[in-house]
């Protein structure tokens, strides 16, 4: 049974840093990519980055390159987000996912972690 688990997520100031992790199991982690996604109240789920399973390709929407960095350890079965110079527009619940390349992410799902920016 597959299941991804996010962590890290809290309220924090405007400009402040996070760090999201995603512990998965029952899967080969390391043949998968992996990715994030968030949704704010009221609105869509939205992609923010994704990993290749290589490591080599990342992807990110534009309103958070710059600021957020995906990365993996497989070792650890882990993908993680660091988030930083945070504004009120990242708040959301984060969602980890995985699939097998970067344009099908979406095989599995985390539950969720949520981000508060406060200004």
């Known amino acids: 049974q597959v299941q991804l688990v996010e962590s890290g997520g809290g309220l924090v100031q405007v400009g402040d840093s996070l760090r999201l992790s995603c512990a998965a199991s029952?899967?080969?982690?390391?043949?998968?990519?992996v990715g994030w996604f968030r949704q704010a109240r009221g609105k869509e789920r939205e992609f923010v980055a994704a990993l290749s399973w290589t490591g080599g390709t990342t992807s990110y929407t534009d309103s958070v390159k710059g600021r957020f960095t995906i990365s993996r350890d497989n070792a650890k079965s882990t993908v993680f987000l660091q988030m930083n110079s945070l504004k009120p527009e990242d708040t959301a619940i984060y969602y980890c996912?995985?699939?097998?390349?970067?344009?099908?992410?979406?095989?599995?799902w985390g539950q969720g972690t949520r981000v508060t920016v406060s200004s």
């Open positions: 029952g899967l080969r982690f390391s043949s998968y990519a």
């Open positions: 996912a995985v699939g097998g390349t970067i344009a099908t992410i979406g095989d599995h």
